[in-house]
């Protein structure tokens, strides 16, 4: 398995980059942290700023009616939560390229763990669509009650919100791995590979505290948890953007 992905890594990173013309580590950098710029902001936008305006706080009749009153809001959501899944699977080829000679394996786990997360993501966003075609003009659906479609919705919209709770595993998990070769690399402040190393406990501790704990969201802790995670993935986008990364050999570790 590892030797097909192994495979697989060497000839997607030949097809973006191009063996006759290798770009420079800041190149690379670039453009991963571009692709890590789009990750952010559609996550931010699908995940958070149109669920806060059309979802927060509202069930039943009245939700419904905010997806109808915003629905061209709702449909960007979508869209950008596309984008988003799209960047976030060529983000680890381009991450893979740059930290490869920090080592090999855990490159190979990190690109793994990226790249699993996305057809979950893909499949979950149906739930979102399928809002769009019960509050459409299908005619299988021409014979719901008001309440049914309510419910429906309510349902449609609580199944995708479990399947984000789900990928959080992943979106966590993937971020140990990078963190480390972040760290061993050098190639930006080791500061960044800490935040993420613990921002991969701090996903963690957040599923199971919910899945196990009951009131979780209500702990004082579970209000910071996260913090470290996000200070370095949007830290670490924004240094891979504007700085680049040094331009000296990364010392080979390949266990």
């Known amino acids: 398995m590892v030797y097909c992905i192994n495979n697989t890594l060497e000839l997607c990173s030949g097809f973006v980059t191009g063996d006759a013309a290798i770009s420079s580590s800041s190149k690379t950098a670039r453009i991963a942290g571009l692709l890590y710029l789009i990750v952010v902001l559609g996550g931010i936008v699908s995940l958070a700023y149109v669920p806060n305006v059309i979802e927060a706080g509202r069930d039943g009749a009245e939700l419904v009616a905010a997806i109808r009153a915003h629905e061209a809001l709702f449909r960007l959501g979508i869209a950008a939560g596309l984008i988003c ?61 008001a309440p049914q479609l309510e419910m429906q919705i309510a349902m449609a919209l609580e199944s995708y919100w479990n399947g984000i709770f789900i990928l959080k595993i992943l979106w966590g998990l993937w971020l140990l791995p990078f963190g480390l070769l972040l760290f061993r690399s050098r190639l930006i402040p080791r500061a960044f590979g800490i935040l993420l190393m613990a921002g991969c406990f701090g996903y963690l501790i957040a599923f199971f505290g919910r899945l196990l704990v009951p009131g979780y969201a209500e702990l004082s802790l579970a209000r910071f948890i996260s913090l470290p995670g996000s200070i370095g993935e949007i830290g670490t986008c924004l240094w891979l953007l504007v700085m680049g990364v040094r331009e000296r050999p990364v010392p080979a570790h390949r266990p």
């Open 85 to 145: 899944y799209t960047a976030f699977l060529l983000l680890p080829l381009a991450l893979y390229r740059l930290l490869e000679p920090a080592g090999r394996q855990a490159a190979i786990v990190m690109v793994a763990l990226a790249t699993a997360s996305v057809p979950v993501a893909f499949g979950n966003m149906v739930y979102r669509i399928d809002v769009l075609s019960l509050l459409g003009d299908e005619p299988a659906l021409a014979g719901l009650t």
